[in-house]
């Protein structure tokens, strides 16, 4: 094929071998001009209402500026040194050998469809933030803002939280909280501003010792110090250097193995000496991409959804750290931007946002977390054949797909909408241009940048491991529509050997579709042009090629949620005993009474099973080497009449109920003697799945 004006190879950011990691919780961080900052999304073509001082000759050189994007504002400080025409290179990944030519036709039927006025909402452009914005925003959703000044947060469980943190993880903290404290000193802030090293010195004294004078392994040490005999006695405490598990020095994971266990940043930490040339990507197609799988995990694998809200709060707040603290360490510049606010119609199905959409549809079906439209168009797509040759890449016919807006607007919940007049291609139209009419993207403006920033990380590992972070950070209808769309995407690229639309090609129509970040205000070079194009292409090929895997919550991650719920229990034990002590309550008669009923009745090595929704509501299980949560499940079911199992079977999960987490659905390849060891308090339901 021949090269489309533009192409280049181009060099991506990189760590100096000279960068070290100190262990005082302080790093040299590389300060990243790589980066782009997410301005606003702009569907209308009107660029004279962004900037009337930039050259209408702009149009014609690029098509950055049209209707339906999200657009990136480059920053002052980026440098891109300008090259002679160039051969395509590392910065395509395993795109190399395949030419961008359907990304640029997706590009250009995206400008055609806009010309004939279908995405027309009004231009947004947001004002930079100021200097310590975003670092203060960073530490409120990491529920830290007691760190920086007053706030309704309580500083009991900031430090708790910060107790659980990986070096990395503090490190990142320690960054973002100096630049909030040398921010707020130059704006001569009348309330006190507590040091930064007076709040990690807090959090090493709380590491140190527990409240009942126990000692604590440090998360920052490989120290293996005991707990108190109490708690030993009575399995209250699980080790915390089993909850947060020290990085191996000397036995690096293999290539195609995702370690979860330990802290993503403190493997890259760690593998830096490993990967001199930063800039060197692997350049193979499709099929010779590795074939990342987890490792068995006999505790269980823990995806999105099986935790207790609660506990998911605290998986996101870490997730922020971990995310923040893999880039820091890389090199990479992460700045989260705030929502835009954008003025959206209250009603209607394209143009408005997905909680406001949902809210709507949930009148109609209670419970649906996906927009019915969406459900509706990959159906009608479906109902069509996937076979179809071109499938998402030829476009309906602008004209029609206009109308067919206009007609669904007004039809759609009356349920008299003709969807036999809706051709295959005009249903694939329909469902892009709900996706760019979405008032904020579907991977979100405070992550936008961070998604398109993955191409930077040097590995492919690194690059899914970022993925995943961002995955668990989308809110919950932005994951759940973007997941419905990527198991829609790998149906369609299962019957790649009839449609022709291998995961590189669904991977270069869908990025327009789901990124559409082109400069504003400033011209693009054509490198500029290729490198965004390219990147975000990659990015799109990952989250389809990896879907499985992007929806699982690191081990660590849940340890360390684990750890802060232990140590909160700690914390409001001892308050307790305080409290009756200072009420003369006898102390020996409240213990006896906070001992359950099940802890008195279930010997050693046996646990007992709650089933209330089955026959059998009760069941006392031997713990074995071998035993599953699969095994416990079955033996319930097995009491079932024949047409009642069939129908309980994949309805009903076993549960992990208290303890050290909150609430945790096991899958079926859980270990339960394993996890009993991991989490001795815990109760066992057997229950459905909350709606």
């Not at 920052?220 to 598990?245: F, S």
């Not at 439209?373 to 797909?401: C, H, N, V």
Request: with cysteine.
């Amino acid at each position: 094929m021949s090269k489309l004006p533009g192409e280049a190879g181009t060099s991506f950011p990189s760590v100096s071998g000279s960068q070290k990691y100190a262990p005082s919780l302080t790093m040299n961080w590389l300060s990243g001009s790589q980066g782009v900052v997410l301005t606003a999304y702009h569907p209308s073509g009107k660029d004279q209402a962004v900037g009337e001082s930039h050259a209408k000759g702009d149009e014609e050189a690029t098509c950055s500026r049209r209707y339906g994007q999200y657009t990136m504002n480059q920053e002052s400080s980026t440098k891109v040194t300008e090259k002679p025409p160039f051969d395509r290179s590392s910065s395509q990944d395993s795109l190399d050998e395949l030419s961008m030519e359907d990304y640029w036709m997706e590009v250009e039927n995206i400008k055609r469809s806009s010309e004939n006025g279908q995405e027309d909402q009004e231009v947004v452009v947001v004002k930079e933030p100021g200097e310590g914005e975003l670092e203060e925003e960073w530490l409120k959703e990491a529920g830290l803002s007691n760190l920086f000044g007053e706030s309704a947060d309580d500083p009991q469980e900031s430090m708790v939280f910060l107790s659980t943190l990986t070096r990395t993880q503090a490190a990142a903290v320690q960054k973002r909280v100096e630049t909030v404290s040398q921010t707020l000193r130059k704006k001569n802030k009348q309330y006190h501003i507590p040091d930064v090293r007076d709040i990690f010195a807090q959090q090493r004294e709380s590491k140190e010792k527990s409240p009942d004078g126990s000692e604590l392994q440090s998360v920052r040490t490989n120290e293996n110090k005991h707990q108190g005999e109490d708690d030993q006695a009575h399995g209250k405490v699980v080790d915390a250097k089993e909850l947060i598990p020290s990085v191996p020095e000397d036995t690096p994971a293999s290539e195609t193995d995702i370690n979860l266990e330990v802290s993503f940043a403190e493997q890259a930490v760690n593998q830096k000496e490993s990967f001199k040339d930063k800039t060197q990507r692997s350049r193979r197609n499709d099929a010779s991409l590795p074939s990342f799988r987890l490792p068995k995990d006999k505790t269980g694998t823990t995806r999105i959804g099986d935790l207790a809200p609660q506990d998911m709060k605290k998986v996101c707040r870490l997730a922020l750290v971990e995310l923040t603290a893999l880039y820091d360490v890389l090199g990479i510049e992460l700045k989260q931007q705030k929502a835009v606010k954008v003025k959206t119609k209250d009603s209607g199905l394209f143009g408005i946002p997905l909680t406001v959409l949902l809210e709507q549809d949930q009148k109609k079906v209670p419970g649906t977390r996906i927009p019915l439209i969406f459900q509706k168009l990959i159906s009608r797509i479906e109902e069509g054949g996937l076979e179809t040759e071109g499938l998402l890449r030829i476009p309906g016919a602008a004209i029609r797909i206009k109308n067919l807006c206009q007609e669904l607007e007004a039809k759609f919940y009356e349920g008299t909408f003709n969807w036999e007049s809706v051709k295959q291609h005009d249903a694939a139209s329909l469902l892009k241009l709900f996706l760019r009419e979405l008032p904020h993207p579907l991977l979100s403006v405070e992550y936008l940048k961070a998604f398109q920033a993955v191409q930077n990380l040097p590995t492919k590992k690194e690059q899914l491991q970022a993925l995943n972070l961002l995955v668990i950070l989308l809110p919950d209808a932005n994951r759940d529509t973007l997941k419905a769309l990527l198991e829609f995407l790998q149906r369609v690229i299962d019957n790649k050997e009839k449609n022709k639309m291998t995961v590189v090609n669904v991977a270069m129509v869908m990025a327009p579709n789901l990124f559409m970040c082109h400069g504003l205000g400033l011209k693009s070079t054509e490198q500029q042009e290729f490198v965004m194009a390219a990147g975000t292409a990659n990015t799109m090929h990952l989250l389809i090629k990896y879907q499985q895997l992007l929806w699982t919550i690191p081990k660590f991650i849940v340890n360390q949620v684990r750890k802060h719920n232990t140590e909160n229990q700690r914390k409001d034990k001892k308050a307790m005993k305080k409290l009756l002590k200072k009420m003369a309550y006898d102390r020996e008669k409240y213990e006896k009474q906070d001992k359950t009923a099940s802890d008195a009745d279930v010997p050693q090595g046996v646990i007992r099973v709650q089933a209330p929704h089955l026959s059998k509501v009760s069941m006392a299980i031997q713990l074995t080497e071998e035993l599953k949560a699969s095994d416990v499940l079955a033996r319930f079911l097995s009491q079932e009449s024949g047409v009642a199992q069939t129908l309980k079977k994949g309805e009903v999960f076993l549960y992990e109920i208290g303890g050290n987490i909150g609430e945790r659905c096991l899958d079926d390849c859980t270990y339960m003697k394993d996890l009993h060891q991991l989490n001795p308090n815990a109760e066992w339901v057997i229950k459905p799945k909350p709606v």
